[in-house]
RNA sequence: GGUCCUGUCGUCUAGCCUGGCCUAGGACGCUGGAUUUUCAUUCCAGCAACACGGGUUCGAAUCCCGUCAGGACCGCCA
């Protein structure tokens, strides 16, 4: 039996990128695991965006966070381009909020200045690490008098203001991982602010959360950490914590995160790939959570009836491009031949094989015109070879070129020799000229052929040959369908032209 | 170094809570075979794991203890 899920009224999720870099596969998976969790009790998936590291943020990569979310089909239902009641969803439109919290927590002497060196600092760090011991903050400013800290203050001193950790143990349960306890000892007065109008991570999100009316806070596993710190601020400003869930990290075949040195992580690169996002969700949610069965396939749809956040895994999983993959040919053989045309074209074009007219399409080499239902025909042809979307370019473009580049040696089926070879040739030319373009079916061409390599010991000696001739390729989709798509002209003349090469 | 987390086929995992149905199941990959003009698809078969050591028990992947290994975090990033 699958443990009970979790039913409330309203739950609210959130998912908290920083823009300091395009949609990466974990935050996404991260996204996805909140989504779900909203949807299927009828709650609240938030977009909130956590741009108080204001060097590194940008509006490009909240833009492309945004469309990479939406083109997997994590739609928010309340984020800074919808708005929504809890607004404003961006952190440097909260600016005057945080202040409000951190002025309050000053004056109770909860927080406090530092005006320690960075220096100062890192040497202590190390120290405290030589010896064994946590690298926590000293605690050094902590009990500084107000004239001074006024003096400080007034003469411009570089400072931070940090926060007062009461010395206690922080318990909280987990809704993967059980109760867990943290000593906040090990955990000193952190940095929770640069200054009134510069609010750091830990700060600014326990207030987001708290006045947006998060109830779950699902988040990678490396979070696990600055959760008893979270709960701890909380605490110092009365304010409700929500359930935690931390979500098991993915990694790299080398067993560390994954992360841009291991290739490619963006969703954006998927997507130019050819990946489709359905594989891609089947994918990710995979990496950590199983139905319990024995079933793999799995729609948005299924996954919002079926996930369970307690069925996550505890330990981190490794991103394997062979599953993906699979799974993305899985998907595109799954789909109707006109939306997978759809899905392809712009790749087609990209590669410069075609380019849009009004109602139809230009085959750049040629000139002719190409319309919607024979691009369907010529991708249907791959739709079971193909791994991802971007191969279709070099995969059809025999299709439409002029010329195709040939060698001889390609032509020849096992040890035939050339003679034979020509031989394959001229009869395949000669019993196709004998068909009309009236006749010049898929059906009438392959019944035609088979009747003729029945005079063969093995259809490869005529087939093989003229596959080639017609494609240039010794892979490539059967020649019944190539002679019947590239029409009869074209394709006596690249058998002619295969000829001249024995 | 400290804190915390995790350990079942190469990989994702089922089973663990509630010991026997486990000669440990599925999937990807790999190997072989069937179909086939090629590639691919499809189908069939095979290889392959309970980290280690103790204990508890009639019986342990499952419970307990220890060891080892891996990971995350320890920032005036998020």
Redesign the pocket.
Same mark, same amino acid.
């Given at each position: 039996?699958?443990?009970e899920k979790i039913k409330l009224d309203k739950i609210r999720v959130r998912l908290?990128?920083?823009p300091?870099g395009y949609l990466h596969f974990g935050t996404a998976r991260v996204g996805l695991f909140n989504y779900l969790l909203a949807k299927q009790n009828n709650g609240s998936f938030i977009l909130r965006i956590?741009?108080?590291?204001k060097?590194?943020?940008t509006k490009e990569f909240e833009k492309g966070i945004m469309e990479g979310l939406k083109w997997l089909g994590l739609e928010w239902s309340e984020g800074p381009d919808i708005g929504g009641e809890y607004g404003p969803y961006r952190?440097t439109e909260r600016l005057k909020i945080y202040r409000e919290y951190l002025e309050k927590l000053l004056k109770e002497k909860k927080a406090y200045y530092?005006?320690?060196?960075?220096e #100062?600092?890192e040497a202590q760090?190390q120290y405290?690490?030589?010896?064994?011991?946590?690298?926590?903050?000293s605690g050094k400013c902590a009990d500084m008098s107000e004239e001074e800290v006024k003096k400080n203050l007034a003469e411009g001193k570089?400072?931070?203001i940090r926060f007062k950790a009461p010395v206690k143990k922080v318990v909280f349960n987990d809704l993967?991982?059980?109760?867990? #306890?943290?000593?906040s000892k090990?955990?000193?007065d952190?940095?929770i602010a640069?200054g009134l109008d510069?609010?750091?991570?830990?700060f600014? &999100?326990v207030i987001d959360d708290h006045l947006m009316k998060i109830s779950h806070v699902v988040r990678?596993?490396? %979070?696990?950490?600055?959760t008893p710190k979270q709960i701890l601020l909380q605490e110092a400003m009365g304010l409700n914590h929500p359930v935690y869930a %931390?979500l098991?990290?993915v990694?790299a075949?080398?067993?560390?995160?994954l992360s841009k040195r291991h290739g490619t992580v963006s969703i954006e690169s998927y997507r130019d790939d050819g990946y489709l996002p359905e594989a891609l969700i089947n994918f990710m949610v995979?990496?950590?959570?199983?139905p319990?069965?024995?079933r793999?396939i799995f729609s948005m749809d299924s996954l919002v009836k079926e996930f369970d956040i307690k069925?996550?895994?505890?330990?981190?999983?490794?991103?394997?491009i #062979?599953?993906l993959?699979?799974?993305n040919?899985?998907y595109i053989?799954s789909k109707k031949p006109e939306k997978l045309t759809e899905f392809c074209i712009p790749f087609l074009e990209k590669a410069g094989l075609i380019e849009k007219k009004k109602d139809t399409y230009a085959v750049k080499d040629t000139g002719e015109d190409v319309d919607l239902e024979e691009l369907t025909a010529i991708v249907s042809l791959y739709q079971?070879?193909?791994?991802h979307l971007s191969e279709i370019a070099n995969l059809t473009d025999f299709f439409f070129k002029k010329d195709i580049s040939l060698e001889k040696d390609k032509l020849k089926?096992k040890q035939m020799a050339d003679e034979d070879v020509k031989n394959s040739l001229e009869r395949s030319e000669s019993v196709l000229s004998e068909i009309k373009d009236a006749n010049w079916t898929k059906e009438n061409l392959e019944k035609t052929l088979?009747k003729m390599?029945e005079e063969y010991s093995?259809?490869?000696?005529?087939?093989?040959p003229?596959? &080639?001739a017609l494609s240039g390729?010794?892979?490539?989709?059967?020649?019944?369908?190539i002679l019947s798509i590239l029409g009869r002209e074209k394709s006596l003349n690249r058998i002619k032209s295969a000829k001249k090469l024995l």
């Open positions: 039996m699958p443990s908290a990128p920083s300091t956590e741009d108080t590291d060097e590194r943020s952190q530092c005006f320690c060196s960075e #100062e600092l760090r405290r690490m030589s010896i064994g011991e946590a690298p926590i903050y570089d400072c931070v993967i991982r059980g109760r867990l #306890e943290f000593d090990m955990i000193g952190t940095v640069k510069s609010p750091l991570y830990n600014a &999100v990678g596993e490396d %979070h696990l950490s600055n %931390h098991p990290l990694m075949p080398d067993k560390t995160k995979f990496l950590g959570w199983n319990g069965d024995e793999e069925r996550v895994q505890k330990g981190g999983a490794i991103f394997n #062979e599953k993959n699979y799974l040919g899985f053989r079971e070879r193909l791994k089926w088979l390599s093995s259809r490869g000696e005529l087939l093989w003229l596959r &080639v390729r010794e892979a490539s989709a059967g020649p019944f369908d």
